[in-house]
């Protein structure tokens, strides 16, 4: 009954909605438009049958060219200009059910079949979605009123639907919020006080600068970044283990801190490695890409992980910084968006030749030198320059700070008394144990490294030429040791390009054919340091070899595979990688190649490069709607992870594009610059209350007032650290362990254990909080924090009864209330209870509390206050041990006051921004 | 209907009141009018696969202020909710269901090279000797099921439970065949099924979690927290870990310090506030909140007490063979069935150590694991017993299993004989049993060859017991999809079919 009901209310709404189409069609003279008139049909109701997976009948209605060739019947369903003779036209008229299209379905409205006719009629032109289009400079609408331009769109769309704009929000509420906004905590107090007092409209403006300076904002922002990004502290899957690579996240929080234009931020992200003479900055940011979740189980096969990693990165540019969803193309041509399944293998292999390869020890990794001892890299580095040139400068330059190119032990084959431990892990091997490694690069080598643990005396290796029995051409001994080292030996210069055979041998007795007796992560074959014959040479390379054998900690970063490596490009069929079809090249979509420069490298380069062209039609408005979307909780278009013909349509388009444009162009891509000028705009400071005249627009898509919206789980935490004075301003470092209950962290295999941090650290924002993979912080996960698998475009923001469990329970938050509490006396005017807790509202929302309001929590403080007098020993369970030491009446007074900041950091307006 | 239907219902009616009472007429109404606008996400259904145009079912209105008010399925459901019991680490069912006298005379011989050739195990390798069943089996009940000795009181339950004896995967790693059984895909990412069916159904308590897990102490299962992760649903459809240690749910529980009366004269406060707030802003979104707050200080009232299972009488705890105090799996049995009585949608329980490889005695065939068949074999005879006499058993659906099967060749690890009796992980064929839920009684459906390697007819896997568990609930599998990435996704991924032999 029901459902039947409902097919009546859609069948009347479809009516009226074709009556609409219809009218829009009689009273106009212009050409039906393929994007707005005819693509809708055909995805509605033509496509799941004639297009992407499925081409019934030989024919698919996905691109033109495919739609006007000839279907299975022998001759084409479409003839522009001919309606008359078109198949698709006359199939969509029969009776016969057999033969009438949609199949089985209920026919085409006349009213569609008609607008399909003229549609034919005048050449069955394909359009193109607006978001594939590049930005053009808008012309701002002529409205009177408003600050900004942002302002002339806005009021211009409300002016159309009858709508007028709130007022300004207080200036209470205005510091609050764009102060969560842009630095996500609260201002030192002299920067709020002197926006508060200050009474000219400059304040606004200053008070916006100032945050923007903030060194906060970076930390803010970074956790935007950070879940297109997925950054997390461990490498997910099963046995989910720890990762290195914190440094990414503060190279996010400098970048942002220093504005670094979007353009260069996402060059660096996407191919830092490969910028000429990159700096150590500049390869950490390409940890963007080693984000990647990578997987360390027993058993699992590396090239299928390394595979899945660049899928990975391919679907991250696409939907976090490209705001579209290509992850569909992997197995077929996307239905409904202009990108084959090939060109999916064509922008896969840009990612190809990267030197990880799910390795557990997540090679290639950039060392961490000290500070102190950069001087001496230098040295070398210019002494190699000095004496072989500008390419042998790099060479060295990389192999110092990288140990690359260097082959993963995990690929030896034609093994002999050896075994790739748990297929994976390393090249573990037996006395007279053989290996191969291929297609090394002998040229000039004369030198080599390995990364290598035996804790055997006694044992040699020596490395053979093309086979098993080869000639040797190295040998060297292997002293013991109970760590895993790194040795650097060398040998007579080679040439040519071999496979490596690599023997151990060991003389010293004692051991059993059966154990394993040396195990290898990585070897490297290279020229020696140039220069031999030149004065000073034997110091240069005592400091050259000592810098290899530093035992230090490493970053994962991307970097190219060597020449000799290259691994070839192929597509998966339905994207399966065990059925691999044709070969391909690294190449953008042809549908916006457009946006390319022909000098472009056909690499990670250029492929940054086409993506931060000014003619690039999405890269821009996908950072724009993000930012957006941060401020007023919903993106100008709502989908942030689809611009696509799927997404949602952009409530303010023109708005989009004219502050796209300006960032590409005006701002010189600065997000500092655009974020200013959405919040200096008047359609930001509004008011957020609803009133009557904002009419149905419950969404507020039209903006008729400002932004009210519930806070980030990051905001959360931070604010109430704010409020409760114990915020932690310290920056950068390894992740950190705030409180979190016992038994959350229970990995199989791995003895991975949440150890509490101490001191300050406890306090840190929550951008710094340790972010494991299987097992986020809870109450990150309760506010819809994301889990860090893959990029995540957006947060949906829930509201339920565990959220509310956690700010009212969880340990963290009591601490910060009884802080808060403390914090309440220390700033209220007098002692009286009343003083207090005006001051606690105070230091939350920077004004004075409501009197209805301020009597609640009175109430609420007296009934604490006498539970709190008749059981001290409650009072004294409720503080920490340092406050529970005073007298009972001040113990109980501070104690009801607990219960009242508790009960303040759990109001609406607290867990919300007004 | 039956007297369990008429608490539900109260309780339905219960939660819809409290809802209704926190809206204004003025927003109701205008919440009717407007729909969900964007949030309906559902709406964003396109065929990316394998939905043709206008069979899809109607989106699934996602309400992110009330994300788990029960909903209808698409048609009715034999079974209103699921409890789950996975014996993580794989038991063998060549001890238990499976019976295989002709294994039994292959016993110490080498396995035969048909048997290896091309085939991948996790950690035979060479020549492994044949394992002969280390149990003795009886035919029981009227449906003449074989049942092996180590399963005294589940035996008497043949005639109530429908065995699958074919079911296979492709993973044999712990945690890949875990995430294939719970979310459909053996990588991370993916909801889980207590994620879909709680996104689809919602739940019929609102002062309990709508799914929630249950792990036996020990570790987590191999795949860790994401088999009952809600991948890229809505967070709040994530499953709830109720532990048996500490707080039963998350911050359940008052600050020490803070009486309940206080609790309460608290969350009265904040609600006072926030009524006001709401005259102020208008904003519906604080009388969320308010109805949130609500629910939170009923669940800190009914969860405890819930979760509690002390109370429940003597002879309930001897029928299951409870341990008082200890994280064990007979308390998580009782406990979900209080939770699915109590109206809780998915309970998904974990039990660890089923590993059997023979290569320490704690999990040898012989030894470690008649512990583990002790510590079931109750428990889950009660389940079943308790869920009938309560008439809850037939909209109960009662899944028992792994995530693979063993190998009827003994472990023989790096070619050297394992010093106990062990089988290897075994893709090819292992059993499943169900009751409950509209599924037939006292049936066998599938069998394997003489010596239990592989299927040889009513072969299953993973995708098509997640698609018969949908349809129990109510749900065409291959129709109950959400957007993500650009396409549907379902929980069967492109697989699935529904076993129409077990149906009742």
Known sequence: MIRLANKKILIAVSVLLVAGIGAAFLTSEKAVDYSTDIKPIINKKCISCHGGVKAKGGFSLLFREEALATTESGKPAIIPGDPDHSEMIRRLTLTDPEERMPYKHEALLKEEISLLKKWVKQGAKWGDHWAYLPVKQQTIPDVSGGNNAIDAFVLEKLKAHDLSAAPRADKADLLRRVSLDLIGVYPDDTIAQKFLQGGDQNAYGELVDSLLASPRFGERWASVWLDIARYADTKGYESDGHRNIWKYRDWVINALNSDMPYNQFIIEQVAGDLLPDPTEDQLIATAFQRNAMSNDEGGTDNEEFRNSANMDRVNTVWEGLMGTTFACVQCHSHPYDPFRHEEYYQFLAYYNNGRDEDVPGEFPLLRQFPDSVKPEIDAVVNWTRKAGGDTEAARVKLLLRSYQPAVNATTADSLQHAVIANNNVNLSVQQNGIARLRNIDLNNASEGILRFYSNKPGGQLVFRLDKADGPAFATMSVKPSDRAQTVVFEYPEQQGIHDVFIQYRNTGGGLKPDDFVISFDWMAFHRGLPGKTLPGYTEIKNTYTRLLRMELSGTPIMLENPDNWKRKNVVFERGNRHTPGKEVQPAVPASLRFAQSSSAPSNRLGLAMWMTSPQHPLVSRTIVNRLWEQLFGTGIVETLEDMGTQGLTPSHQALLDYLSYQLMHDYQWSLKKLLREIVLSSTYQQDSRWSESAGDDQYNKLLARGPRLRLSAEQLRDQALCVSGLLSTKMYGPGVMPWQPDGIWNSPYNGARWQQSAGEDQYRRAVYTYWKRTSPYPSMISFDGAQRVVCAARRIRTNTPLQALTTLNDSAYLDMSRHYALRMISSAASKDPSARITAGYNLLFFKSIPAEKLKTLQRLYQQSLEVYTKSPEEAAALLSKKEATGEPKEMAETAALTIVANALLNLDETITKN | ?504
Not at chain 2, 261 to 287: C, G, M, T, V
Not at chain 2, 296 to 311: H, L, S
Request: glycine share 10%.
């Open chain 2, 1 to 504: 209907m039956t007297k369990q239907d008429m608490i539900n219902q109260r309780l339905l009616k219960e939660a819809a009141a409290a809802q209704m009472r926190m809206h204004t007429r003025r927003h109701f109404l205008k919440e009717s009018a407007m729909g969900l606008g964007a949030l309906a996400i559902g709406s964003l259904l396109g065929g990316c696969g394998s939905n043709a145009a206008g069979n899809a079912e109607p989106a699934i209105a996602f309400d992110p202020a009330r994300p788990l008010l029960p909903k209808s399925p698409p048609f009715a459901g034999k079974a209103r909710s699921v409890i789950y019991l996975h014996m993580a680490g794989a038991p063998s069912q060549l001890e238990l269901f499976d019976f295989k006298p002709e294994l039994m005379k292959m016993d110490g011989q080498d396995c035969p090279p048909s048997l290896l050739a091309g085939k991948q195990f996790a950690f035979i390798k060479g020549v492994p000797k044949m394992l002969g069943p280390q149990a003795k089996f009886a035919q029981h009940g009227d449906s003449r099921a074989w049942i092996s000795e180590h399963l005294p009181h589940f035996s008497t339950m043949a005639d109530d439970v429908c065995f699958l004896k074919a079911v296979t995967t492709d993973q044999f790693n712990h945690a890949p065949a875990q995430l294939l059984m719970h979310t459909g895909s053996p990588r991370l990412g993916r909801p889980s099924m207590g994620s879909w069916v709680t996104y689809g159904l919602g739940t019929e308590n609102q002062n309990l979690p709508g799914f929630v897990v249950l792990t036996s102490g020990g570790s987590f299962p191999d795949a860790g927290k994401s088999v009952w992760g809600s991948g890229f649903l809505p967070s709040v459809y994530q499953g709830v870990q109720c532990r048996s240690e500490g707080d039963p749910v998350l911050f359940i529980n008052d600050p020490k310090g803070m009486n309940r009366d206080l609790r309460k004269a608290s969350i009265d406060a904040i609600n006072e506030a926030n009524q006001q707030e709401y005259k102020n802003y208008h904003d519906p979104e604080i009388l969320s909140r308010i109805s949130q707050y609500e629910m939170a200080y009923r669940m800190q009232i009914t969860a405890p007490e819930v979760m509690n299972i002390n109370d429940e009488p003597d002879y309930i705890h001897e029928m299951y063979g409870t341990r008082k105090g200890e994280a064990c799996l007979a308390n998580n049995v009782l406990l979900a069935r209080k939770l699915v009585e109590k109206g809780v949608r998915f309970v998904q329980l974990f039990d660890w150590g089923w590993d059997a490889h023979g290569d320490h005695a704690g999990n040898s065939l012989n030894l470690g694991m008649i512990n583990k068949y002790r510590s079931v074999d109750k428990c889950m005879t009660a389940l079943l017993l308790d869920l009938k006499q309560r008439g809850l058993l037939e909209e109960t659906l009662v899944v028992w299993g792994g995530e693979f099967g063993r190998t009827p060749m003994m472990e023989n690890r790096n070619g050297v004989q394992n010093p106990f009796k062990g089988r290897d992980h075994h893709t090819e064929a292992f059993t499943i049993w169900m009751a409950g839920g509209g599924i037939k009684k006292g049936y066998t459906h599938g069998e394997t060859d003489e010596i239990g390697y592989s299927a040889v007819s009513g072969k299953v896997d993973a995708f098509d017991i997640q698609a018969t568990i949908l349809n129990q609930l109510g749900f065409n599998h291959e129709n109950f999809t959400y957007p993500f990435q650009g396409r549907p996704f379902r929980l069967t991924d492109v697989g699935g079919k529904v076993i129409r032999e077990i149906i009742a």
